[in-house]
Structures are given as structure tokens and as C-alpha cells.
């Protein structure tokens, strides 16, 4: 894989998701429906700009955070990375491919977790076009089990790098 290809495709998600959170919210009600019980019935709300506000700032900030702040940490490996093999992974030739690693890792994930969180953001505004509002639970549930499962994969596949070492 290309250096930084994950990173950009990330930085691509980010932008599309802001422009469709910001779309999307436009075509809620004044006072949107923004929180809904296990049964999906609707049991908190919010005026619309305020909604579209904290979207913006829970799909884009957060996932931001999440991938760039541990991309910033890993200019220092030695600073409490634990890693399966860490004398052989951290060594000085290896080093750099390491953190490459890491970083599109962080990456990957990142963009996972935004199209989640853009999918909930679907079926919230879709749930608002309903009267009385009503998210479909077995969709959030679905929604829900792929990411956990994505995660785990995700989890599956960086623990599977670092543990094979190269005879």
C-alpha cells in the first residue's frame, strides 16, 4: 500500500461525511426527534441547527481525534507501545515501517467508525420523517453488530501483523 493511502482515503470519508451530515440535517423538522428508546420511540429532541452542530463535531472531531492524535504520539515508539514482538517490530530498520503501519491502521478504522456513525445519522433523520418519529431498532441493532464485528476484524488483523515475525 502507498504511504499515507489510508490517511487521505480517511481525510476523503471525513469531508464526504461532513457534507452529507450537513444535507442530510437540513430536511429535519425545526425540532428533530435525536434520541430514541430501545423500542425505538423517540424520547429526546433537539432544534435542528443545534442536532446538525453536534453531528458535525461527533462524525468529523472525534474520528479526527482518534486517528491523529496516536499518529502524532507514534514519533515516539518508545513511549509505551506494546506491541507482540515489540524488540523485532520496534527495531531501527523496522521502525519506520512500523509506525507506517500503525498509522494506516488508525486510519482504517477511523474511516470505519465515521461510516457507522454516518449511518446512524441516516436513520435518525429517516426516523424523523415518521409521525410520531420512530428509529427502526433492528437496523440501529444491525448497524451496531457489523461495526463491533468490523472492529473485531480490524483488532484480528493488526494483533495477526505484529505477531508473525519473518524468519
Known sequence: MQRGSARTGFLVVVTCA?????????????????????????????????????????????????VF????????????????NRDYWLAPERQAGTMEFLRQHMARFGSMLVVFLCYIHWLVVRANTLVPPRLPA?????????????????TRV??????????
Open 138 to 154: 433492528p437496523w440501529a441493532i444491525g448497524g451496531i453488530v457489523v461495526f463491533v464485528i468490523g472492529a473485531l476484524l480490524w
Open 18 to 66: 461532513a457534507i452529507f451530515v450537513w444535507v442530510t440535517s437540513r430536511t429535519l423538522p425545526d425540532v428533530a426527534a435525536s434520541h430514541f428508546g430501545g423500542s425505538g420511540t423517540a424520547n429526546g429532541f433537539m432544534p435542528r441547527d443545534f442536532y446538525a452542530w453536534f453531528m458535525l463535531l461527533f462524525v468529523v472531531v472525534l474520528p479526527v481525534i482518534l
Open 158 to 167: 493488526l494483533l495477526q501483523h505484529f505477531r508473525r515475525v519473518p524468519r
Open 69 to 84: 492524535v496516536p499518529s502524532i504520539s507514534l514519533r515516539e515508539p518508545s513511549a509505551g507501545l506494546r506491541l507482540p
